[in-house]
């Protein structure tokens, strides 16, 4: 997920000069995104909810590997209520761009870098919950 903060975001700042072009292709690293990333993360939830399942079953510790599920999870509830608002207004510059009612171009830059900042805490999030799990991992190999 840090790929898009530390590399895609910046190729497209730095190659796009019409406001137009940048909303557009946010649009579509939002649109490739938002099809593989909520899985990824569902998925990795599902795999640390079955580690918590097999550790209780075996009687063992199993508390941090809940906690580095939850974690990683929580990027779902952080987009839909943080970023939420940003999203919308990319999604409506977007509308308005094509409508005629161009927004200028330290706007659209504006609103990607927000977007940006707000992307790369949320990718923190899995980031610290495969970190948390790890950890718990190598305990339990002590």
Known sequence: MMNISLLTIPVLLDTTPEPTHLIDQWVRVY???HRVLPALSLTTGLL???TVAQKIKAGRPWRI???AGLTT??????TW???LPTNSTLFATQIANHAGKVVAFDVAVNLVNKWTLL???RALLPL????IGW??????LN
Do not use: D, K, N
Request: aromatic share 20%; hydrophobic share 45%.
């Open 31 to 33: 649109h490739y995104g």
């Open 48 to 50: 640390y909810a079955w």
């Open 65 to 67: 590997f809940a906690l």
């Open 73 to 78: 999870m929580s990027m779902l509830p952080f």
């Open 81 to 83: 209520t943080v970023m």
């Open 119 to 121: 992307h790369t805490s």
């Open 128 to 131: 610290t919950g495969t970190m």
């Open 135 to 140: 950890f718990g991992t190598l305990r339990q």
